[in-house]
């Protein structure tokens, strides 16, 4: 029995709030069970200097936790942005990069912050799903004030964790099953049954072609419920 009493094939608790924060409405809080991620997407006129003149547009994140979001406090971000940041700073923008088009931004960049407050594992994979929430609520705002004229969104994508722990396959990781996995995946899909990014290791012993099999078909049952989610919480949001 996992120590939060759900089954193996279980997600934990999802609970996503849109306009989270005032000064922001395209901002969510998304919880995981006891990971708790503020997800807000932003727009400015303006792109990299590597896409000047191309008449497209570009879409990056930042991700950081707050030093008081583990047990034990983590050191402030100040100067230097670490390695594991920079990783899943890039992971989240390729995940959302790749469910929208660009071209139809015109020269304007959304940059997507997602700030944790509390950590329990699945950092990464809720900052993914919450972001997509932020980003979608964002280009509708950008639609309703004409801003844009074409949704740019081509699909929905959730992410979650998977792994083995103890011999059994189970889904979406709490720390401490995180901290005992013997194989750890971190999938990214999108509403399409594809997949966008697959990130996994065998923290102990190897894992077989029929595990990985087994570990992606859970992962594919617990996005497609995810992305069921951030539609519900949409349709309500915009009644």
């Known amino acids: 029995m996992r120590s939060d009493s759900k089954e193996n094939d279980n997600l934990r608790k999802i609970d996503i709030q849109p306009h989270f924060l005032d000064h922001n409405k395209a901002s969510v809080l998304i919880s995981t069970g006891n990971t708790k991620v503020i997800c807000a997407a932003s727009v400015n006129d303006d792109v990299p200097r590597f896409l000047s003149d191309s008449n497209q547009g570009w879409l990056t994140a930042e991700y950081s936790m707050l030093p008081s979001s583990t047990p034990q406090r983590n050191n402030r971000e100040r100067y230097k942005v670490g390695g594991r940041t920079k990783e899943i700073q890039r992971l989240i923008g390729r995940s959302l990069r790749s469910v929208i088009n660009l071209e139809k931004l015109g020269q304007r960049t959304i940059t997507i912050d997602c700030d944790v407050i509390q950590a329990d594992g699945g950092t990464r994979t809720a900052s993914i799903t919450g972001a997509f929430v932020a980003l979608s609520i964002l280009i509708n705002e950008l639609l309703n004030d004409k801003v844009l004229n074409e949704n740019p969104i081509i699909s ?46 065998a923290e102990g012993m190897p894992f077989s072609q029929k595990q990985l099999n087994e570990m992606l078909l859970l992962a594919n049952k617990g996005i497609r419920r995810l992305i069921q989610i951030q539609k519900q919480v949409l349709e309500n949001y915009y009644g």
């Not at 959730?158 to 999938?187: M, P, Q, R, T």
């Open 156 to 201: 929905h994508c959730g992410a979650v964790s998977v792994g083995v722990v103890g011999k059994k396959i189970v889904l979406d990781l709490c720390y401490s099953e995180d901290f005992a996995a013997e194989v750890d995946l971190n999938v990214v899909m999108n509403d399409k049954d594809e997949y966008i990014e697959i990130q996994g290791t």
